[in-house]
C-alpha cells in the first residue's frame, strides 16, 4: 500500500498517493463520505480502525473472521457483501476502497457507473502500512486519526526493540512453504532483530523447503501460524514431524500477518513475549 495516482484535487496534500477514479470520473463528494463500501479483506481492516460505524456500508465476508481479521470483533453487524456487483449497485456507495478497487471483479462489473475509488497498494513494511493508514483516514474524512494511529503504532514498535539478537528463524507454513524476502513477514522479522532463513538460503519470497532442508539449515526458531499449532490436515501434518520438534517455535495468529494493518504491532509483540520466554529459559540453564 506505498503510492497510487490521484484523480482529484482534494488529495494533492498525499503527493499522489491515493488514488480517486471514477468511471466517468467526476470531483469526490464534499464531506465525508456516508456510505463506504469496502471490497478486499485488507481495505476492511483500515476501513474498520479509522472510519465512524455509521460511515461503512459493506464490508467483505472475510472482515468478520478473527482467524482473517485482525479488526473482526469492530466488523460484526455490519453488512457484508459477497462480491456482488448488484449489491454496490443497491448500496450506491460514494466511497469504494480496495486493494485496488479498480481492479476488483465487481467494478469490472460496473463498468459504465460512476464511483469514487481508493485504490491501495499492498503493504510489504511497516512505512508502506503507514501510508495506507494516512491515504484512508484521509479518504474517509479522519486524517487526524490516521496519525493518531501512526504516531501511537511507531511508538508502540519503538518500544518493543530488537529482542531477536540476530538469531536465524524461518517463518514455515502448510506443506512446507516458506516466506521470503520482500513481504511483511521478513519486515517484521528484521524489525524484530531476526535473520530470514530464506535470505540466508538465497531464496524467493514464496519457497518449499522440506522437512529434510529445514533440519540441515537448523534455524534458530520456526515461526509458525497458530492455526497450524494441532495438526489438521496433511498440510499441518508436516510441521509436527518429529524431527522438528527440537527447533523452538514462535506461534502468532494469521490474522495478524495476511494484511499489512495495525495489527502489525500485535504480531510484534507477541513474537517478543515468546522471544523473551525462550531466552529466560536459556539464561535459567
Known amino acids: 500500500m506505498a503510492s497510487a495516482k490521484l484523480l482529484a484535487l482534494p488529495l494533492l496534500a498525499l503527493g499522489g498517493a491515493a488514488l480517486w477514479a471514477g468511471a466517468p470520473a ?27 460505524r455509521g460511515q461503512i456500508a459493506g464490508v467483505t465476508r472475510n472482515a468478520t473472521d478473527a482467524e482473517m481479521s485482525g479488526e473482526a470483533a469492530k466488523a460484526r ?23 485496488p478497487a479498480s481492479r476488483s471483479a465487481p467494478m469490472r462489473a460496473l463498468r459504465g457507473h460512476s464511483y469514487h475509488l481508493l485504490d491501495l497498494e499492498t503493504a510489504n513494511t511497516v512505512d508502506e502500512i503507514y501510508t495506507s493508514i494516512r491515504q484512508t483516514a484521509v479518504a474517509v474524512g479522519h486524517p487526524e486519526r490516521g496519525e493518531a494511529l501512526v504516531a501511537r503504532m511507531a511508538g508502540q514498535l ?16 502448510r506443506r512446507g512453504f516458506m516466506t521470503g524476502t520482500g513481504t511483511l513477514i521478513d519486515d517484521l522479522m ?14 524467493p519470497p514464496l519457497s518449499q523447503l522440506s522437512i ?7 534455524p534458530d526458531y520456526l515461526i509458525v501460524e497458530s492455526a497450524t499449532d494441532k495438526v489438521a490436515d496433511q498440510g499441518t501434518e ?33 513474537m517478543a513475549r515468546q522471544l523473551a520466554r525462550f531466552q529466560d529459559r536459556t539464561h535459567a540453564r
Do not use: F
Not at 528484521?190 to 531464496?203: D, Q
Open 77 to 99: 453487524g455490519l453488512p457484508v457483501l459477497k462480491n456482488s456487483a448488484e449489491q454496490i449497485l443497491a448500496i450506491d456507495p460514494d466511497l469504494i476502497i480496495g486493494m
Open 190 to 203: 528484521r524489525r524484530m532483530g531476526l535473520v530470514n532463513l530464506a535470505a540466508k538460503l538465497g531464496k
Open 26 to 52: 467526476s470531483a469526490p463528494p464534499a464531506g465525508k463520505p456516508k456510505r463506504i463500501v469496502s471490497i478486499n479483506l485488507c481495505a476492511d481492516q483500515l476501513v474498520l480502525a479509522l472510519a465512524d
Open 238 to 270: 508436516m510441521l509436527h514431524h518429529p524431527a522438528l520438534a527440537g527447533i523452538p517455535r514462535i506461534s502468532i495468529p494469521q490474522a495478524w500477518t495476511v494484511c499489512g494493518s495495525p495489527a502489525y504491532v500485535d504480531a510484534a509483540r507477541g
Open 212 to 218: 529434510e532442508e529445514m533440519v540441515a539449515a537448523r
Open 158 to 173: 519503538a518500544g518493543i526493540g530488537r529482542p531477536g539478537g540476530g538469531k536465524v528463524a524461518a517463518y514455515y507454513q
